[in-house]
């Protein structure tokens, strides 16, 4: 298995809520420089949600108010709670995280999870 192995995608209808997982090794964990991106075929991949190197949480424009990162540290699962989806929420959905979290620096977003698609339809 990876550094980081993301689950819980999967088809639902517009309007619907998935909840996607993504397990971090302890080998790579730390509290915060986390994130999930999505991408769609031929396009390029974008940052949805973050937990930045200062604990900040970020979120894209396009989800805001829809989606929520949340982290459960004593797993070292970092989970996206998905709500009210959209069509073009359709994507592969990856996890990131930076191999040394400081708060020093900007995360580096320099590994990755194999990604989950998510299907939604109108």
């Known amino acids: 298995q990876g550094l980081l192995v993301e689950s819980g995608g999967g088809s639902v209808q517009a309007g619907g809520s998935l909840r996607l997982s993504c397990k971090v090794s302890?080998?790579?964990?730390?509290?915060?420089?986390l994130a999930w991106f999505r991408q769609v075929p031929g396009e390029e991949r974008e940052k949805v949600a973050s937990i930045e190197e200062n604990f900040v949480m970020n979120y894209a424009e396009s989800v805001k108010d829809r989606f929520t990162i949340s982290q459960d540290p004593d797993e070292g699962i970092v989970y996206l709670q998905m709500n009210r989806l959209k069509p073009e929420d359709t994507a592969i959905y990856y996890c990131?995280?930076?191999?040394?979290?400081?708060?020093?620096?900007?995360?580096?977003?320099?590994?990755w999870g194999q990604g989950t698609q998510v299907t939604v339809s109108s």
């Open positions: 302890k080998e790579v964990y730390s509290p915060a420089c």
């Open positions: 990131a995280a930076d191999r040394q979290w400081s708060p020093a620096r900007v995360c580096s977003w320099i590994i």
